[in-house]
């Protein structure tokens, strides 16, 4: 079946635009999640849904990152005003449910570059 | 808070010969996974393998296999008769069974970019 995928694959933008990333789960996965990985570093986690819920949002680096998930489907992490340390791959990863026995499957990121 | 150290920035090792990622953590939990993550240069995160702690058996997925010393607080990995495919980046990943904002969210080390030698 089809994996989690993410839209765009690379973005090029201003500093002060805003940007939306959006991440397509795996069908019928209720838990999803938002990594950040800047260049050198590990991933660190953003925010967690279960359904349309974010229940832990505590890895928001700021004020200006927002995600909403809808249909307890597509997600879409907002960054407004964007600053040249909000670029780095972000991932999105699903699974089953937000239990650990249940694997994380991750798409393939969006590259995001601030000028 | 859990942290996740990965001490080797990176390795590189001969097609065909062993090689062993390092990847320390710190936890109060009793109770966690761990896990090993492969991300070749298509930014796709592959799991590897996976380790539950309260299992004393090292996982083992075909030529992958980890050395997990709970005391130690140690998870290698270690890569046997490696094949130019392993050439990636691998994180060590933290996930704990227990926890109470209900997320389970991965805590992942720094990474260690392994080179195959042909």
């Known amino acids: 079946g089809a994996g989690v995928s993410q839209s765009p694959s690379n973005k090029v933008t201003e500093k002060g635009k805003d940007v939306e990333l959006r991440c397509d789960p795996i069908?019928?996965?209720?838990?999803l999640y938002w990594y950040r990985q800047s260049l050198g570093q590990g991933l660190e986690f953003l925010i967690y849904f279960q359904g349309n819920s974010a229940p832990d949002k505590s890895g928001l680096p700021s004020d200006r990152f927002s995600a909403e998930r809808t249909g307890g489907s597509v997600s879409t992490l907002t960054i407004q005003r964007t600053q040249q340390e909000d670029s780095a791959v972000y991932l999105c990863?699903?699974?089953?449910?937000?239990?650990?026995?249940?694997?994380?499957?991750f798409g393939p990121g969006t590259r995001l570059t601030v000028l | 808070a859990q942290t996740v150290t990965q001490s080797q920035p990176e390795m590189s090792v001969q097609e065909a010969e062993t090689v062993t990622l390092s990847c320390t953590y710190d936890t109060s939990e009793s109770d966690y996974y761990l896990f090993w993550y492969k991300q070749p240069p298509s930014r796709q995160m592959i799991l590897v393998i996976r380790q539950e702690a309260y299992k004393q058996q090292n996982a083992t997925e075909n030529r992958f296999s980890v050395n997990f010393q709970k005391a130690a607080k140690s998870f290698s990995l270690k890569i046997s008769d490696s094949q130019l495919g392993d050439a990636a980046m691998y994180f060590c990943a933290y996930r704990s069974r227990d926890s109470g904002a209900g997320s389970y969210q991965l805590t992942f080390g720094k990474g260690t970019k392994l080179s195959v030698i042909p």
């Open positions: 069908s019928g996965h209720t838990a």
């Open positions: 990863a699903s699974s089953l449910t937000q239990y650990p026995y249940n694997e994380q499957f």
